[in-house]
């Protein structure tokens, strides 16, 4: 937003500089050539008037003029008599057919900014007759005046503005940088507030500073936070309350159970009573599924930088019996150095914990377990195999709903609880989650999470 709202003010500055400045150059540029043009005119004239007065004294002044005009200026003053004669003790003309004295020697003024065969370069060739009081021309005088001054003159006036506005471009620039950022100071502060309220501390706040419009949307986002706040913390009560509450009696009744099995010698009875515990386990298994993804719905905490290499590592010799037991191999493929990403602590063990016991789960007998770990665009993906049966898209596809069970899942323990709570700490910590087809036909589970 910086690099917009400085463009756009050093934008409008150029434009006001460019429908001032060029105008002003063209109009210097045209005024230099209209007064050179008038002051040889006025050297023309002058000299014309000389040679149409036939003395001596007139010749000796035409030639004086026409020494110091040579002397001081870079143009050139020849002057032709009628008939093709040179005046006085003036040089002949060089180039004295020209279309220059052909038409002042006819009675018209010639005036043309071109090649001046005088000069041998390009410039204003300018020609008036010399005529007697009687009207008759009785001569031509022409000056030649080269153009590399005048060009010269009007380089610098365009490179003089054009300097100038460059430097006021840079000028406008650091002050329209200066002020842009002055104005989105409060966004920035408000950004700032986002990101940690996104990384889980619900006590930011922003400061209701800056214009009226800025404050009133700083006002509405920190009680939108504190709304939030109070609604976490209370869910977290209920989760907590609704953990006691549900868990003690079912843990009552699962030894009540116990105890009625141990006393009774009656074989059907005894069988009501197993099938009641198993009933009442499976229920502890269910309360405890729904209490997790509750919590894993209710729980914002503040990331930190989690080393995903050791958090695997750990996670594999938590679950090496577990595979030995099922004949199944577990891979580890990362780098050698530490992969570090932006995780809630606890948050990745959890969701390890999910994805290793589905794929120790539907992993075949000898089967391999490969986890990898990968940084790409700014993103660290931990990917998980499994060489099982493998889901279909449109299973893929539902596998992160709650208590859907896909048909390789049918008559395995599970409530299908354990990829939802996966993509629901996934989405907490601002990560990632989605199923693949693996190579070998099953289930490749990737989680992206921020890299730090």
């Known amino acids: 937003m910086v690099r917009q709202l400085v463009a756009t003010y050093v934008l409008l500055v150029a434009l006001a500089i460019g429908g001032f400045t060029i105008p002003v150059a063209v109009t210097l540029s045209g005024q230099l050539r209209g007064d050179t043009e008038s002051a040889v005119r006025r050297e023309a004239e002058t000299a014309a008037r000389l040679l149409a007065v036939d003395d001596d004294s007139s010749r000796r002044a035409l030639t004086s003029l026409v020494d110091a005009f040579e002397r001081e200026t870079p143009g050139r003053m020849d002057v032709l008599l009628a008939g093709g004669r040179p005046a006085g003790s003036l040089p002949m003309p060089v180039a004295s057919d020209d279309a220059a004295f052909s038409a002042a ?3 018209r003024e010639w005036q043309r900014w071109g090649d001046a065969s005088a000069l041998a370069a390009e410039g204003l060739v300018l020609a008036v007759p010399a005529q007697a009081e009687n009207g008759e021309v009785v001569g031509a005088v022409r000056i030649s005046y080269p153009a590399a001054p005048v060009d010269t003159r009007i380089r610098q006036i365009w490179l003089f503005r054009v300097a100038l506005a460059v430097g006021v471009l840079i000028v406008a620039a650091m002050l329209g940088s200066l002020l842009a950022r002055r104005l989105t100071r409060p966004l920035r502060e408000l950004n700032e507030m986002a990101s940690v309220l996104r990384d889980g501390d619900l006590t930011a706040r922003a400061k209701e500073s800056g214009p009226a419009e800025i404050r009133t949307l700083a006002r509405t986002l920190n009680n939108a936070t504190e709304t939030i706040d109070v609604l976490i913390r209370s869910q977290r009560a209920f989760v907590a309350d609704a953990s006691h509450q549900l868990r003690t009696p079912l ?4 030894l009540a159970l116990d105890n009625i099995a141990d006393g009774i010698d009656d074989v059907a009875v005894r069988e009501d009573v197993e099938r009641a515990t198993a009933e009442v386990v499976r229920m502890t298994r269910l309360v405890n599924g729904l209490l997790a993804l509750a919590k894993a719905q209710a729980q914002v905490a503040a990331v930190a930088r989690v080393p995903v290499n050791r958090v695997v590592a750990e996670r594999f010799e938590i679950w090496r019996a577990v595979a030995d037991d099922r004949a199944v191999e577990l ?4 780098p050698a150095s ?3 990403a932006l995780a809630t602590p606890g948050h990745l063990e959890q969701v390890l914990d999910n994805v290793l016991s589905n794929a120790l ?3 075949p007998n000898g089967g391999v377990v490969t986890v990898s770990i990968r940084r790409r665009e700014g993103m660290v993906v931990t990917t998980v195999l499994d060489e099982g049966p493998g889901m ?3 299973e893929r596809e539902r596998a992160f709903d709650r208590f859907w069970r896909g048909p390789a899942g049918q008559g395995r323990s599970g409530f299908g609880l354990g990829l939802a709570i996966v993509k629901q ?5 601002g990560g990632t989650v989605a199923l693949d087809e693996a190579p070998s036909g099953g289930v490749a589970v990737r989680i992206a999470l921020r890299a730090a």
């Open 338 to 340: 530490d992969t570090f």
């Open 361 to 363: 789960d539907f992993s």
């Open 392 to 394: 279909s898209t449109a």
């Open 251 to 254: 843990t009552a009744l699962r």
């Open 425 to 429: 700490l996934v989405l907490d910590i």
């Open 331 to 334: 891979r580890l493929d990362a």
């Open 105 to 107: 020697l006819a009675g």
